[in-house]
């Protein structure tokens, strides 16, 4: 039987109507089986890389085993030489050079490895009622009630009186102990439930359990907080005023792990943004002699405001370029006015079971690809860059004719919040710059949700981007 002739009116839908399609219906079996294949070394970085002093290490490791090495202020490089630079541990920034000049501008891509965690505070160590618990801070927007009775691993790096660095990870092997914040029992929170749902728990109540055996001395107060002392100091050589100079961290404990019955999905803490980060690091990592000069920075301090020398609110990045470009003579002010950006942040997946806030003709769903955004902001596109209808337009023939599986999307309705990224950072450099990256469900809760598809065809974007000739 022949097929059925189309309408006039089906053959102009088709021809000027937008169809939004899954992504995996777009995929064959072996894109499918690489996409797979991909997020295996995705988990295995969440897992490594938990907070951003980890994540510069892990990022060092895999520069320096694929041929990068420690840049060198004043060297002129040829194409293809790869040399990283890294900011005070907490940021880094990797390069290949290109075989056009850089005066003709440099491929950047930029992603940060701060997430939203819980700090100690200075003086973090007290005893109540016979427990012992660590004093915190919340770094970053968080729903505060999420994190008590969640398994919680302790990170960062204690720096002693007499100078000596004492690096600080437990929780995370098998066999350590874990950390935890209580919470009130159901039968007994008939006040909690009066509270609204930002104050159920307060920053002061996110106190994190350390200990609950006291030292074996009647002469003495606080017996259990002395007891922790002692573990402490037996461990790692460190008294109570050491705290001062001390960056810990308490992050969520569990690993990173693949969801639902299919395997589809990655969930994990940290998702934000370091699904962005690692995807732009491989992207970097195995270019060979593009034709510009292309760089990837993963920067700090993001969840804060890019506020502080590690964040993108200041001028390493500037500096840096600056420097590089000086020993070709070369005004780095001039290469950054050439230059182009995708600014690798997330985006908010529609979640049905969550619509409201959500305006469903523009927002991003999971397996539908990478997410360009072109503003985020607040409201009346408060705090962002915008992007240019023509740098849009060159990103979407970009992806369309390498094949990216992509999206748009904003983060929610004008009304309903919003949020920023480094994009308008960037854009203050007169770079051209538009937000890509991936969609998330659960944003910045202990455990973030993304899809396979979508790591990978963020991977696949930056791969292509910096490429382009």
């Not at 961290?249 to 395997?263: H, I, N, T």
């Not at 006015?337 to 769903?365: G, H, K, M, W, Y």
């Amino acid at each position: 039987m022949a097929d059925k002739k189309k309408t006039a009116a089906e053959e102009l839908s088709e021809k000027l109507l937008s169809k939004p399609k899954n992504g995996i219906l777009r995929v064959d079996d072996k894109e499918l089986k690489a996409c797979d294949d991909f997020n295996e070394g995705y988990k295995a970085f969440l897992n490594t890389a938990k907070t951003e002093r980890e994540a510069v290490e892990e990022i060092t490791a895999q520069a320096e085993a694929a041929g990068f090495k420690v840049f060198e202020r004043g060297k002129k490089y040829k194409a293809g030489d790869k040399f990283y630079f890294v900011n005070r541990k907490k940021a880094v920034i990797l390069t290949v050079m290109g075989k056009k000049s850089i005066a003709e501008g440099i491929r950047l891509a930029a992603a940060h490895i701060d997430s939203p965690r819980l700090d100690m505070k200075q003086n973090p160590l007290y005893e109540d009622k016979e427990i012992a618990y660590f004093k915190t801070h919340y770094y970053g927007g968080i729903k505060k009630y999420q994190w008590p009775t969640v398994p919680l691993s302790l990170h960062g790096v204690i720096i002693k009186a007499d100078g000596e660095s004492v690096k600080v990870r437990i929780g995370e092997d098998e066999g350590d102990p874990v950390f935890c914040i209580s919470d009130i029992l159901p039968h007994l929170a008939e006040s909690q439930y009066k509270r609204p749902a930002p104050k159920l728990i307060t920053g002061e109540e996110l106190n994190i359990i350390v200990g609950s055996r006291p030292f074996k001395d009647d002469k003495i107060s606080q017996k259990v907080k002395l007891n922790i002392m002692a573990i402490l100091n037996e461990k790692y050589g460190i008294v109570e005023d050491d705290f001062i100079s001390a960056e810990l961290e308490a992050v969520p404990a569990f690993k990173a792990s693949d969801v639902g019955f299919d395997r589809s999905l990655v969930g994990a803490y940290g998702q934000d943004d370091r699904v962005c980060a690692y995807t732009a690091l491989q992207a970097i990592l195995q270019l060979k002699k593009p034709e510009y000069t292309c760089m990837t920075v993963l920067t700090d301090k993001e969840e804060t405001g890019s506020d502080g020398n590690t964040g993108l609110n200041s001028s390493y990045l500037p500096y840096f370029i600056n420097d590089l470009a000086e020993v070709y003579g070369v005004n780095g002010y001039n290469v950054m006015s050439r230059s182009e950006c995708l600014s690798a942040d997330v985006n908010a997946a529609v979640d049905p079971t969550f619509i409201e806030p959500f305006e469903i003709r523009n927002c991003s769903q999971l397996n539908y690809g990478v997410v360009a955004t072109k503003f985020t902001g607040a409201r009346g596109k408060s705090g962002t860059s915008d992007a240019s209808a023509e740098f849009v337009g060159r990103v979407r023939r970009l992806f369309d004719k390498n094949g990216i599986i992509w999206q748009t999307g904003e983060l929610g309705k004008v009304d309903a919040g919003g949020g920023g990224t480094v994009a308008q950072f960037i854009a203050n450099l007169d770079f051209d710059v538009i937000d890509v990256g991936v969609s998330v469900l659960s944003m910045h809760a202990p455990f973030e949700i993304t899809s396979k598809l979508d790591n990978y065809m963020a991977y696949k974007s930056f791969k292509v981007f910096f490429e382009d000739k």
